[in-house]
T-cell receptor, first 116, second 113 residues
Framework: DADVTQTPRNRITKTGKRIMLECSQT?????MYWYRQDPGLGLRLIYY???????NKGEISDGYSVSRQAQAKFSLSLESAIPNQTALYFC???????????????FGPGTRLTVL | AQSVTQLDSHVSVSEGTPVLLRCNYS??????LFWYVQHPNKGLQLLLK??????LVKGINGFEAEFKKSETSFHLTKPSAHMSDAAEYFC???????????FGSGTKLNVKP
């Protein structure tokens, strides 16, 4: 089974609709991230969470909100979807880096969202 | 501030020839650097990482990268391209505490038969 799962994998919705993308992980990691990927722009950070009570905005958080329901679950919501939120969305996890030896991110398979 | 510049958006090589994907970084800290690969319709997979140990880093599938502080570069190389290497590659720099990761815009590698 995959360590980081995302649901749904594909979603088509209409402008103004509320959408929730879900991420679950079995890696036991404290840190979770949401990114969006647009062609030619790489991945941009939307929100990140270091534990259930620690949630932080990334560089493009406007129009998005998140919920960390448990250590293993981190959901991304679009309260009122708009067409320029059409993108590929990735969830990622990483372990806390207390000794600065390594901190690899592990990515889910992505959710392709289309807003019409 | 941290940032990454991938100098080529597309690279095309013939199977069996060397691969060079270029990455320059800017970091306020002693950087940690990563290369990830994304195959079509897949998530991202770590190829290799540099975290202040040896400057020449070996990764999976025959890839390696050399950290050059004087040139602020972390170029990815492979001696002989394989068709299965066709994918998009991302160079990533972390802030000093691995709190956040900054991605380059990606380089698409095409491998011709």
């Amino acid at each position: 089974d995959a360590d980081v799962t995302q649901t749904p994998r594909n979603r088509i919705t209409k402008t103004g609709k509320r959408i929730m993308l879900e991420c679950s992980q079995t890696k036991g990691h404290d840190r979770m991230y949401w990114y969006r990927q647009d062609p030619g722009l790489g991945l941009r950070l939307i929100y990140y969470s270091f534990d259930v009570k620690d949630i932080n905005k990334g560089e493009i958080s406007d129009g998005y909100s998140v919920s960390r329901q448990a250590q293993a679950k981190f959901s991304l919501s679009l309260e009122s979807a708009i067409p320029n939120q059409t993108a590929l969305y990735f969830c990622a996890t990483s372990a806390p880096n207390r000794v600065r030896t390594s901190d690899t991110q592990y990515f889910g398979p992505g959710t392709r969202l289309t807003v019409l | 501030a941290q940032s990454v510049t991938q100098l080529d958006s597309h690279v095309s090589v013939s199977e069996g020839t060397p691969v060079l994907l270029r990455c320059n970084y800017s970091s306020s800290y002693s950087p940690s650097l990563f290369w990830y690969v994304q195959h079509p319709n897949k998530g991202l997979q770590l190829l290799l990482k540099y975290t202040s140990a040896a400057t020449l880093v070996k990764g999976i599938n025959g890839f390696e990268a050399e950290f050059k502080k004087s040139e602020t570069s972390f170029h990815l190389t492979k001696p002989s391209a394989h068709m299965s290497d066709a994918a998009e590659y991302f160079c990533v720099v972390s802030d000093g505490n691995f709190n956040k990761f900054y991605f380059g815009s990606g380089t698409k590698l095409n491998v011709k038969p």
